[in-house]
């Protein structure tokens, strides 16, 4: 089968094309949003193969996985004429918790007849108004890259993206009181001056951005893994903590709830409480070592790569029947 899909999260994507498909990335000459290509910083089989705007126009696809609104409009362009879910079968994958007046938020593919509508957390599908569009759930999957966990550094980790940009969503103004607990090294795009901007100041709060394959072994080297997001999907960086072997801190908000379950770590609404949980496991290494542990187990066993790739076989042979 070839499935057509453009490169918007590298993380989710990584798992999806070790699958037994070809998948069709488009690419441009700027590699802009609309065309990036094969990844740089992720390990993806030969089996994704980059094409320009001008071969999709020739090209023999299956399947079209849309991410992103435009992306409709974008492929009946760029393949000739032919249209998502009409003429090329066709499933919107949502990636995000809704924005703007949750409870009332309409999804873009609402009341459609000619695609499924696939969200990637339960909690997604329940906070998005789908209307009468079918909808299926299929959770993360992710590639193991392995117990690598030593938490050698007491320090917590934490990822995420423009840190300082997203503010309240991702729980940036909790840093500066849970940085009394634990010392944050705070990993992912555009952190540069979150420390100044939160008036943090030494050994408190470090930065970095690293590539994916140098930031698994980071993290497996911090003590715990912190997870202060009020609002947003689940994130892979937690799915992959987890993996990797560390403890997880977290809000208990969003589908983190159903991620991380009783013995992988600590979650509550409270930050008092994940501030207390933090200092006891840079207190207890051994603790930590052993709630780690189960966190690595709970995430293979639901969040595992055969899952994860058997749920999408399943639903693209439903969809392309």
């Known amino acids: 089968m070839n499935i057509l899909l453009w490169h918007v999260h590298g993380s989710w994507t990584t798992a999806f094309v070790q699958g037994p498909h070809s998948y069709l990335v488009p690419v441009t000459p700027d590699r802009g949003p609309d065309g990036l290509g094969r990844a740089r910083t992720f390990s993806w089989p030969a089996s994704v193969r980059e094409l320009t705007p001008g071969e999709l126009r020739e090209a023999e696809v299956d399947l079209v996985v849309l991410q992103r609104p435009h992306e409709e409009e974008l492929a009946e362009r760029w393949l000739g004429?032919?249209?998502?879910?009409?003429?090329?079968?066709?499933?919107?994958?949502?990636?995000?918790?809704?924005?703007?007046?949750?409870?009332?938020?309409?999804?873009?593919?609402?009341?459609?007849?000619?695609?499924?509508?696939?969200?990637?957390?339960?909690?997604?599908?329940?906070?998005?108004?789908?209307?009468?569009?079918?909808?299926?759930?299929?959770?993360?999957?992710?590639?193991?890259?392995?117990?690598?966990?030593?938490?050698?550094?007491?320090?917590?980790?934490?990822?995420?993206?423009?840190?300082?940009?997203?503010?309240?969503?991702?729980?940036?103004?909790?840093?500066?009181?849970?940085?009394?607990?634990?010392?944050?090294?705070?990993?992912?795009?555009?952190?540069?001056?979150?420390?100044?901007?939160?008036?943090?100041?030494?050994?408190?709060?470090?930065?970095?951005?690293l590539p994916q394959r140098e930031l698994h072994p980071a993290l497996a080297e911090r003590r715990l893994y912190l997870h202060p997001v009020r609002w947003t999907s689940l994130g892979l960086s937690l799915l992959e903590a987890m993996h990797l072997g560390l403890p997880v801190v977290a809000l208990a908000t969003t589908e983190a709830v159903e991620a991380v379950p009783?013995?992988?770590?600590?979650?509550?609404?409270?930050?008092?409480?994940?501030?207390?949980?933090?200092?006891?496991?840079?207190?207890?290494?051994?603790?930590?070592?052993?709630?780690?542990?189960?966190?690595?187990?709970?995430?293979?066993?639901?969040?595992?790569?055969?899952?994860?790739?058997?749920?999408?076989?399943?639903?693209?042979?439903?969809?392309?029947?």
């Open 262 to 321: 009783a013995g992988a770590g600590k979650l509550s609404t409270r930050p008092e409480v994940l501030a207390r949980a933090a200092r006891h496991y840079l207190a207890e290494p051994e603790a930590a070592a052993e709630d780690g542990a189960r966190a690595r187990q709970a995430a293979l066993e639901r969040y595992g790569l055969k899952r994860f790739l058997d749920d999408w076989e399943r639903l693209m042979t439903e969809v392309c029947a």
């Open 81 to 209: 004429g032919r249209r998502p879910g009409r003429d090329v079968p066709a499933v919107y994958l949502e990636h995000n918790a809704p924005d703007g007046d949750v409870p009332l938020t309409r999804h873009p593919c609402a009341d459609r007849d000619d695609l499924t509508l696939v969200h990637v957390t339960h909690f997604n599908r329940l906070f998005w108004d789908n209307g009468r569009t079918r909808t299926e759930v299929i959770e993360h999957g992710v590639v193991d890259p392995g117990h690598l966990y030593t938490g050698r550094l007491p320090r917590a980790a934490v990822v995420v993206n423009e840190p300082v940009r997203r503010g309240r969503w991702t729980g940036t103004d909790l840093l500066p009181a849970l940085a009394e607990a634990a010392p944050l090294d705070v990993f992912g795009m555009r952190t540069e001056g979150l420390a100044a901007h939160l008036g943090l100041a030494g050994e408190r709060c470090r930065t970095a951005d």
